[in-house]
């Protein structure tokens, strides 16, 4: 069996001359984390309809790790911004 690499399609991979500013880089993630999270939760409504117990139980444990990771994402977002802040004092 071959393993596959996946890769962003050209059209979503920024080259060196795009580079952005911090302040844009941490609003895009932001962004991105929010949208995340609110399809994340969109998926707990669906689950009981599996009628598999088994399968509710992972997906509802995976549902939190996922959100767990998004909200450090946030939390170092807003510790980054803290710090950039105090280094304007």
Same mark, same amino acid.
């Given at each position: 069996?071959?393993?596959?690499?996946?890769?962003?399609?050209? &059209?979503? =991979?920024?080259?060196?001359?795009?580079?952005?500013?911090?302040?844009?880089?941490?609003?895009?993630?932001?962004? =991105?984390?929010?949208?995340?999270? *609110?399809?994340?939760? *969109?998926?707990? /409504? $669906? =689950? /009981?309809?599996?009628?598999?117990?088994?399968?509710?139980? &992972?997906?509802?444990?995976?549902?939190? &790790?996922?959100?767990?990771? =998004?909200?450090?994402?946030?939390?170092?977002?807003? *510790?980054?911004?803290?710090?950039?802040?105090? $280094?304007?004092?």
């Amino acid at each position: 069996m071959v393993d596959r690499i996946w890769r962003l399609p050209k &059209e979503l =991979v920024r080259s060196k001359k795009d580079d952005m500013d911090k302040p844009t880089a941490i609003h895009q993630i932001r962004d =991105v984390c929010n949208n995340v999270a *609110r399809e994340l939760m *969109r998926l707990h /409504p $669906a =689950v /009981p309809a599996l009628a598999d117990k088994e399968a509710q139980d &992972e997906i509802y444990k995976t549902i939190f &790790e996922l959100t767990k990771n =998004v909200e450090i994402i946030k939390k170092r977002l807003a *510790r980054l911004e803290a710090k950039d802040d105090s $280094a304007l004092l």
